[in-house]
């Protein structure tokens, strides 16, 4: 799509130059026929001056708009200017993979440990599946706690949140991702006015050594003005529309997991420090040519308190089983939302929920979207084993940690399993 624009700004610019030369082509044009030796030097300087011309029309076309005139082989074995176009320019790795790359470049192969051992998914296992319909029901409640602390995921069906909104979120997702990389690239790090916002591919492309096949869009909720403000239009009335409706669930999610934690109730002391702050993202994993030899997202633990995940019906979510080297897949249940305990939950239960290891392969048909709301501490909140768990006699396994190093660490590094848990580790 985009050589055309670069081809035609050239063709706009040469015809130009013929224009104004006209006479000046066909005095040379004559002398050539007479094959005058002067004239085929004027020829020569001629051509010259129209290659020059050809060159700096396309560097000024590149200068303007994100265009290229690069062949595709040319870019596919450049690893730094592949870098650029997927992280620095708003293509990301749709824009890669609608190139319909016939294999899969370097700068995605991960090492093999990196990767999904295919092998080690047992097919047999599921997740617990949490029908929400009657979440007042102590059983419901002891459910959620036994999936947290057995699993560290569970799905839920009937929870409250109505399929519409989850519809429109779906849609909202993709709308964003069809926008032309030029409305992407402002979203980028590097151009967005604030840092609450941000496009990334991969998950931390400055120091991933391998990339992941993955597009997001990363929101951190301050307010509904900073959102109005700065959230990509497309996509913000619809994503907010998601944190709100979602909002009672998070609350009769942490009752429920509280209670085992003898906390009788979700008072504004310790909701502030398990639910204080929410950011949403947006992911987008396009079709891949190679699924088998990189990952859409490496393994690893989320930051949060919970994690409420919605996923479109492709599937590729694996969830490792608890101390085991076996992987369970998540398989997509049509309105039906994914809960997974995070980091901080796990630090301040002191251990008795399972915040656990999970990764996303690549798809080598089908796009795949998901919609995480990480559900966390503020980043102001220092976190530690919460006090009525130490009470009941117990050794505290972690230290107390301010939130927000702890967040800091995490997005040091690239995705390493559950390492992230030993900072916070006694
Ligand atoms: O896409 C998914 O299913 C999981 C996403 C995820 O783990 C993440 O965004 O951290």
């Not at 690893?300 to 608890?322: A, F, I, W």
């Not at 919609?371 to 130490?390: A, K, T």
Request: net charge positive; charged share 25%.
């Amino acid at each position: 799509m985009q050589i055309p624009k670069t081809f035609l700004s050239c063709l706009f610019v040469l015809t130009l130059d013929m224009i104004i030369f006209n006479k000046y082509i066909k005095k040379m044009f004559d002398c050539y026929i007479k094959a005058q030796t002067k004239c085929r030097c004027n020829l020569l300087s001629f051509q010259l001056f129209i290659h020059t011309r050809i060159i700096f029309s396309v560097k000024v076309a590149r200068g303007s708009r994100t265009i290229r005139f690069t062949s595709m082989a040319s870019l596919l074995q450049n690893t730094r200017e592949l870098k650029t176009f997927v992280v620095d320019e708003g293509h990301g790795v749709k824009g890669l993979s609608e190139l319909k790359i016939k294999s899969l470049p370097e700068l995605f192969i991960q090492p093999i440990e990196k990767r999904l051992d295919m092998s080690k998914v047992v097919p047999y296992e599921s997740i617990p599946v949490i029908d929400m319909s009657n979440s007042d029901d102590p059983k419901v409640g002891e459910a959620i706690c036994d999936a947290a602390e057995k699993w560290g995921f569970f799905q839920i069906i009937n929870h409250g949140v109505p399929l519409s909104i989850i519809d429109d979120v779906k849609d909202a997702t993709h709308r964003f991702f069809m926008l032309p990389p030029e409305e992407k690239k402002k979203y980028l790090f590097k151009n967005s006015p604030t840092k609450n916002v941000r496009l990334v591919t991969s998950f931390i492309p400055e120091v991933d050594t391998y990339l992941e096949w993955k597009d997001y869009l990363s929101c951190f909720y301050v307010s509904d003005d900073e959102a109005n403000s700065y959230w990509p239009s497309v996509c913000r009335d619809q994503v907010l529309e998601y944190l709100k409706n979602s909002e009672s669930l998070i609350k009769r999610l942490l009752e429920a997991l509280i209670k085992r934690l003898d906390i009788p109730k979700l008072d504004d002391k310790n909701k502030a420090i398990l639910m204080g702050s929410m950011r949403i993202n947006l992911n987008y994993y396009p079709v891949c040519p190679n699924p088998e030899l990189t990952v859409g997202v490496g393994g690893h633990s989320d930051v949060s308190t919970l994690t409420v995940l919605l996923q479109d019906e492709t599937g590729g979510l694996y969830v490792r089983k608890l101390d085991s080297e076996d992987w369970v897949h998540v398989p997509p249940i049509k309105g039906s939302l994914t809960i997974n305990i995070g980091d901080a939950l796990q630090i301040m239960s002191n251990g008795l929920y399972k915040s656990i290891e999970h990764h996303v392969v690549a798809n080598g048909n089908k796009n795949r979207i998901s919609v995480p709301i990480f559900v966390n501490p503020r980043p102001s909140d220092v976190i530690g084993p919460l006090p009525q768990v130490i009470n009941r006699g117990e050794k505290a396994l972690y230290k107390q940690v301010l939130y927000s190093d702890y967040v800091k660490h995490f997005y040091r590094k690239s995705h390493n399993g559950k390492d992230t848990i030993d900072f916070a580790k006694v």
